[in-house]
Structures are given as C-alpha cells and as structure tokens.
C-alpha cells in the first residue's frame, strides 16, 4: 500500500495511511492486509475488469453507504441525479478548468468528465485542469480514490479548509476557473467568519454573512473564483438564503445588482441526505447573452421527483424536463418565469419563488349557474340518501 502511494504521488498519496476510517491518524495493518486477502479472491486485472468497472463499483458503495448513513451522508455525498443536473447546465467542455471548493466524494468532478466524454468529446482535456478542496479527511481521501478509479489522471484535490484557508492561488489572488460548481454544507455555522473580516482575497465582496450561516460566504468564494471571461457557476443553497434579511439580505442585494445571477431553480422536499427540506440551485454567469441582461429565470421544479420510503428521488426526466425549461429561458405557466431585476428589487431583492411564479390552477373553473345546480343536485342526492337510511332503520326496529 504505501509502494502504490509513492508510485502516484500526485493523486493517491497518504490514502491509505491517512484516510481515518477507524482512527484520526492511519488505517492500521492488519486491517489493510485483511482488506488486501478479501479482494485477492477476485481477478482484478485490467483484462477482468475495466476501469470503467471498478469506477463504478466504488460509485455504488459509496451510495449504498449514503444510503445506510442518510443524516451524516448529506456531509459528503449529493444524489447523482442532482449533480447530472446542475453539470448539464454549466455545460462543460474540453479543456476548461473545474473547481469544486466543497466536493465530497467528488461527483462534481466526476460528473464533468462524463458530461464532455459524452457531449463534447475527449475528456482528457480536463486532465490537469480539475480542482477541488474537501474539509473531512476521510472524505477527500476517498474522492481521489473516486476519481482515480474512474480512469481520471492528473487532477487536484486538497484536504482543508475552503472558507479560512483555500488552497489554489493565481499570484497573489484566488485562481479562477471556467466552471465552479459545489454542494456546501446548509447555513454552515462557525464557518470563518474571524477570517473573513479581513479576509485577503476580498471575498466579503459583497459584505459579511451572518456568524450562525456561511450561505453567502460560499456563495461569495465561488463567484470570486468565476474566470473574468467564460466563468459560470451553479451552487445548492437551503431556501432560506433566497429570502432571509439582515446581512444576507444585503449581500443578496449587491450581488443582484453585479448582474451575475441567471437562474433560480427550487427543488422538492426530501432530494437530499441529512434533510427533509427544499433546497435550490442558483446559476451564476460571468457575462450572460444579451437578452438574459438584467433578467432572472425563476423555476418552481417543487413537484419534479418521484416519493420514495426514506428518500424523494429526481428521476431522468425529472432532470429533462428542468433542464429544458432552464435551457429555453422563457415564461412556462406555472412553472417558470423571466422576471425583470427591477421587480426583484421592487420586492426587497427578496428572490422566494412563490412571489414570481403562481402554481397553475387545475380546478375545473364553473360559472355561479353550474355552480348553483351542482349545490342543489348534492342536497337532493344528500336528502334520497337520508330517506333511504331512515327506511332501514325503521323496517330493523331501530327507529319508531
């Protein structure tokens, strides 16, 4: 094990010394040659089993672990569906950079490369250019692992601490890239903000979020490390930060009035591990088309998924269907709206999505006449149904 970590210095090392499943320091020995015995009973082999096999084999474990761990696996793991989404929206493409500034077990990345070997061609275009930082040792240890079984080479992820101490640097400024896209963890407390008074990098840009919710301070990272040109960048968010006041209310403001903002999307109850709640996307660009200027695409997409026991589920055409409404940019009864930053400012810069986009009305709509011989046609059958039963009580001897 640490021959294999020397050997590939760049991406593996310190995995498997460092990566704290059962201690803070190193797996021990024995349970590294035990894990070795219980794999040597199955070929492995590049002719047995492709990368694409083993990548995904380890993709599976990681969501079934997900799935046993539910509340603790919102720390590190975002449904796949989820992150097929956002990535289909950034559209990434050969060659730009990727930066995930809080990636888990790095689907994110993962994602990406997918998205150009599928859309856009050779994915080895990306090696080199993909970023990311994790907080959790173990967490990052993994991703690698992840990335690394998927066949991806010469990529980036550093275990630390995104909002107090990031880890990729242009000069003496944060570096930027062409994509940014991440899954912070919700209204995150003690996040940094002794750093940020101060901070740098200028990334309280927009003003100081609140101690108790680090929202906008990934917000605000992750629009600083937008290249100037062809940055974009999509970040989930609790729908709280769409509408709570005070500081964040006036970070929102400010950054509303940078026009970066291009799509809100709101997403239904119970998507993600850990939380029961709605969360949304939001979709930043560095320079949007012109006739997106000073517009924002409000989606309510709350009743796109499919009721599971312990888990909602965002099903292939659930995806489909958001992502076609996000692509089209226009106006869907009911369900999305181009809304003018002069009414968002109207309202307080206040972006809850019910205050832009009215749910359609199913209900079968009746003038006051068909309403009035409705009412008397239920009263005629509600007196039928009373005689009837006062017939029945009456011949059983239960009614004089």
Known sequence: MRGIEQANPETLYGIFGDAAWTNKDRLPDALLRDLIEHFS??????QA????????????????????????????????????????????????SIYDPACGTGGMLLEAIHHVKEHHGDDRTLWGRLFAQEKNLTTSAIA????????????????????RQPAFFSGDNLATFDCVIANPPFSLEKWGEEVW????????????????????????????????KTGRMAVVLPHGALFRMGKEGEIRQKILGMDLLEVVIG???????????????????????????NKVLIIDASKEFKTGRAQNELRPEHVERIYGWCHAFKDVEGIARVVPLDEIAANDHNL???????????????????????????????????EKLIGILKREGMLL
Request: glycine fraction near 8%.
């Open 197 to 228: 008074s101060s901070d740098p990098y200028g990334r309280n840009f927009a003003g100081m979020p609140p101690g108790k919710s680090g929202d906008y301070a990934w917000v605000q990272h992750m629009l600083k490390s937008m290249a100037p």
């Open 267 to 293: 997403l239904g109850p119970n998507l993600f591990y850990g939380t029961g709640l709605a969360a949304c996307i939001l979709v930043f660009r560095q320079r949007k088309p012109k006739d997106r200027k």
């Open 352 to 386: 809850n999505i019910p205050r832009y986009v009215e749910p359609k009305v199913t209900q079968e709509s009746l003038t006051v006449d068909e309403a009035m011989k409705r009412l008397r046609s239920s009263a005629e059958a509600a007196f039928a149904a009373e």
């Open 41 to 46: 009973r199955i070929s492995l082999g590049n």
């Open 144 to 163: 690698r692992m992840n990335l690394f079984l998927h066949g991806a080479s010469d990529f980036q992820v550093v275990r630390g601490d995104t909002l």
């Open 49 to 96: 089993a492709q990368a694409d096999i083993l990548g995904q084999s380890y993709e599976y474990l990681i969501k079934k672990f997900a799935d046993a761990t539910n509340k603790k696996a919102g720390e590190f793991y975002t449904p796949r569906s989820v992150v097929r989404l956002i990535v289909n929206i950034l559209d990434p493409k050969e060659g730009e």
